[in-house]
T-cell receptor, first 117, second 114 residues
Framework: AQSVAQPEDQVNVAEGNPLTVKCTYS??????LFWYVQYPNRGLQFLLK??????LVKGSYGFEAEFNKSQTSFHLKKPSALVSDSALYFC???????????????FGQGTTLQVKP | NAGVTQTPKFRILKIGQSMTLQCTQD?????MYWYRQDPGMGLKLIYY???????DKGEVPNGYNVSRSTTEDFPLRLELAAPSQTSVYFC?????????????FGNGTRLTVT
C-alpha cells in the first residue's frame, strides 16, 4: 500500500536558523512527491514537487526539498527560517494505484512548524 | 481568476439534516477532488472527478455523494449528517495529472454536526 509519513507533529525553530520538516514515503515504482503549506483558515498551497531529475528541488518562498531514494525520504528544508513560515506543512505522494493517473494525492498527517523570534 | 471557490465557509448541522457543499473553479480544470481534513489525520480523499459527467469514489466516500454536470462545478452532498462528518472540507482542482501539475485548493468549509 502507498503511504506517506511525517514523523513529527511539531517542529520548533528559532528565526534565522535552518529548518527541516521530515517526510518518508512508501510506493511501488517511481514516486511523485509534493509539499504543501497551509496557513490558518486557508486551503493548502503548493510549495514544490519532485518528479524526476535532480535530488534537490527548489520551490516557493525559499524552500527546497531533498529526495533520497535509498532512505525513501523527501525532507523539506530552508536555510534561514522566518516567523512568517509558521504554518502547517503537508507532504504528499501521487496515488498511482489503478490503471491511470487521476492526480489523486495521498497526504501525510501534517507537521506544524513554529518559528520563534 | 478567483481559482477554487467554496461555499459556505462555515455550517452547523443537526444530526440527520442534509446539505450541499458548493465548489466551483474558473481555471477550466478537468480534474476535481473533495478532501476532508481532520486534526492529526492529514487529508483524506472523498470523491474525485476526471471530467464532466465522470466521478469516482476516493478513500472515504460513505455518507457522501457528488455530481459533475459542468467542468466548473463539483458539489458535495451530505444526505443524513452524522457527528463523524464534523470536519473541514476542501475542494481542489488540477489541470493535468499527466504533467503532475499541482492541486489548487479552495479555502475550505468548516462543518459541525451536532
Amino acid at each position: 500500500a502507498q503511504s506517506v509519513a511525517q514523523p513529527e507533529d511539531q517542529v520548533n525553530v528559532a528565526e534565522g536558523n535552518p529548518l527541516t520538516v521530515k517526510c518518508t514515503y512508501s510506493v511501488s515504482g517511481n514516486p511523485y512527491l509534493f509539499w504543501y503549506v497551509q496557513y490558518p483558515n486557508r486551503g493548502l498551497q503548493f510549495l514544490l514537487k519532485y518528479i524526476t531529475g535532480d535530488n534537490l528541488v527548489k520551490g516557493s518562498y525559499g524552500f527546497e526539498a531533498e529526495f533520497n531514494k535509498s532512505q525513501t525520504s523527501f525532507h523539506l528544508k530552508k536555510p534561514s527560517a522566518l516567523v512568517s513560515d509558521s504554518a502547517l506543512y503537508f507532504c504528499a505522494v501521487r496515488d498511482m494505484s489503478g490503471s491511470s493517473n487521476t492526480g489523486k494525492l495521498i497526504f501525510g498527517q501534517g507537521t506544524t512548524l513554529q518559528v520563534k523570534p | 481568476n478567483a481559482g477554487v471557490t467554496q461555499t459556505p465557509k462555515f455550517r452547523i448541522l443537526k444530526i440527520g439534516q442534509s446539505m450541499t457543499l458548493q465548489c466551483t473553479q474558473d481555471m477550466n480544470h478537468n480534474y476535481m477532488y473533495w478532501y476532508r481534513q481532520d486534526p492529526g489525520m492529514g487529508l483524506k480523499l472523498i470523491y474525485y472527478s476526471v471530467g464532466a459527467g465522470i466521478t469516482d469514489k476516493g478513500e472515504v466516500p460513505n455518507g457522501y455523494n457528488v455530481s459533475r454536470s459542468t467542468t466548473e462545478d463539483f458539489p458535495l452532498r451530505l444526505e443524513l449528517a452524522a457527528p463523524s462528518q464534523t470536519s473541514v472540507y476542501f475542494c481542489a482542482s488540477s489541470y493535468s495529472p499527466g504533467t503532475n501539475s499541482p492541486l489548487h485548493f479552495g479555502n475550505g468549509t468548516r462543518l459541525t454536526v451536532t
